[in-house]
């Protein structure tokens, strides 16, 4: 009795989060890998839903789900958002330091937080721009980490995306957009420099050369 409760449980958990799914407008390979369901299973949901949510305009996408980690970096406001819902993603305890997600075997829990920092997301961004199906394959991509990173920014230490491979500082679009400032230098390093130069070069006058002043008698009349 215990077993078939816990397995009923599961199925309930598996159908709710292919619907959430759905309403995202998830590919059926999508739902396939997050939920394990069948592609007949999963083709039977969209009918369902569609019969439950008549009003709502759902779009069964066709096609190969996204695989390019270069969608990322295009462009800096889509580097920015997924920056954003990569925090999200970190925040609902998807991604972990250390912790590898596995895409043949994701647990049902890990597709409902996906959907929770999805849907936060698209709640608190103007105008999205990143579909379920790219934030999808954000995570697996970050999981993996072989190409695409969250660092913190060297000038704010905001979390960023950056390409795995790049050498350079890492800098968020805010920083990366203002032009750098002269920093002033180290008070030591200026104290060195200042005696390497000469005193006039410093600003200091240098020592009068006063030639001796001749006795009032002896001044020419
Ligand atoms: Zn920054």
Redesign the pocket.
């Known amino acids: 009795m215990r077993i078939t409760d816990d397995r009923y449980c599961r199925d309930r958990m598996r159908l709710d989060l292919a619907l959430r799914l759905i309403g995202h407008e998830a590919r059926t390979h999508t739902i396939r890998l997050w939920t394990g369901l069948t592609e007949d299973r999963v083709r039977k949901l969209y009918r369902t839903y569609i019969t439950e949510h008549p009003g709502s305009p759902v779009t069964r996408r066709r096609g190969k789900s996204p695989q390019r980690c270069s969608y990322f970096l295009r462009s800096p406001r889509v580097q920015q958002e997924a920056a954003v819902l990569a925090g999200f993603f970190c925040m609902a305890g998807i991604l972990a330091h250390g912790w590898r997600l596995d895409p043949r075997a994701l647990p049902i829990a890990q597709g409902e937080l996906l959907c929770t920092a999805y849907e936060t997301y698209l709640a608190l961004v103007a105008e999205p721009r990143i579909s379920f199906e790219h934030a999808a394959f954000l995570v697996i991509a970050l999981a993996r980490g072989d190409e695409l990173a969250l660092r913190p920014?060297?000038?704010?230490?905001?979390l960023?995306l950056v390409d795995c491979c790049t050498l350079r500082a890492?800098?968020?679009?805010?920083?990366?957009a203002?032009p750098r400032l002269p920093q002033p230098l180290p008070s030591a390093v200026r104290l060195r420099r200042a005696r390497d130069l000469p005193a006039a070069a410093r600003g200091a006058p240098a020592p009068a050369q006063l030639a001796p002043i001749p006795p009032r008698a002896e001044l020419p009349s």
């Open positions: 920014c060297t000038g704010c230490g905001a960023t890492v800098a968020c679009n805010v920083c990366a203002t």
